[in-house]
């Protein structure tokens, strides 16, 4: 005959404090990946003074329009268990808003070049895969 004990832990402040840390893991990783996502996007333009076609995201001018690519951040919200991508208007103004929604802007319109929405929609695929890697590094 085969026996076999074991004991239980119960320790519910380490299962929350893997979770806390599970969340915040997962959030930085998805921040940083759409952000490098979307810098990966944008092309440099063919010849001078070219725009990116509608629908696509917008060109990279050099050396003028390099704004646009450090403006791009995120910011993950522990308490709130959040992630916050986009453009930041001090250093770009409002030329994120304006390439990726569109609008007009003193009499000239802007099509909609958007950036930051397909990226979003591209990484909801690897979204199984990273819950996965990150959980097996935290729930050890």
Do not use: C
């Amino acid at each position: 005959m085969i026996r076999y004990n074991f004991r239980f832990k119960n320790e519910p402040d380490r299962l929350l404090h893997a979770n806390e840390q599970f969340v915040s893991k997962f959030l930085g990783y998805a921040g940083g990946t759409i952000r490098k996502m979307t810098l990966a996007s944008f092309q440099r333009e063919p010849q001078k003074h070219i725009h990116s076609p509608k629908g696509q995201p917008p060109f990279a001018h050099k050396p003028k329009g390099q704004f646009l690519r450090p403006a791009i951040l995120y910011a993950v919200n522990k308490l709130e268990k959040s992630v916050i991508i986009g453009t930041v208007y001090s250093v770009a103004k409002f030329w994120g808003k304006k390439h990726e929604h569109g609008g007009l802007d003193h009499g000239h319109t802007y099509p909609k070049r958007p950036f930051m929405s397909p990226q979003l929609r591209r990484f909801r695929h690897m979204i199984p895969s990273a819950i996965e890697r990150i959980g097996n590094e935290v729930y050890r």
